[in-house]
Nanobody, 123 residues
Framework: QVPLVESGGGLVQAGGSLSLSCAASGLAFSSYAMGWFRQAPGKERLFVAAIAWSGGRTYYADSVKGRFTISRDNAKNTVYLQMNSLKPEDTAVYYC????????????????WGQGTQVTVSS
């Protein structure tokens, strides 16, 4: 059973917005820091954003800072990624990930992964 399930991906024009969700099950969600990563075709998976277990701190890759917002609702066991001012270079499969307690930007630090959702930004 995959404990994390992403949704909300799709096709959008450059300059548009998308909102991704990641629902957790079978985890003590409020004990986990959550992260979003993305992988473009033929490229390595890269850090996008992370949020502390409490939601009190957030971290962003420079490439998305000011355009993307990560948030969470511990009552709903869900983490979100609001993506605005999308660019073609944001096209990728987006993954959410969970790490016990501590946030991080290295994918190797995360314990659980979703299966990913495709985001495509047309020019």
């Amino acid at each position: 059973q995959v404990p994390l399930v992403e949704s909300g991906g799709g096709l959008v024009q450059a300059g548009g917005s998308l909102s991704l969700s990641c629902a957790a099950s079978g985890l003590a969600f409020s004990s986990y820091a959550m992260g979003w990563f993305r992988q473009a075709p033929g490229k390595e998976r890269l850090f996008v954003a992370a949020i502390a277990w409490s939601g009190g701190r957030t971290y962003y890759a420079d490439s998305v800072k000011g355009r993307f917002t990560i948030s969470r609702d511990n009552a709903k066991n869900t983490v979100y990624l609001q993506m605005n001012s999308l660019k073609p270079e944001d096209t990728a499969v987006y993954y959410c990930a969970a790490r016990k307690w501590v946030t991080g930007t290295d994918e190797a630090q995360y314990d659980y992964w979703g299966q990913g959702t495709q985001v495509t930004v047309s020019s």
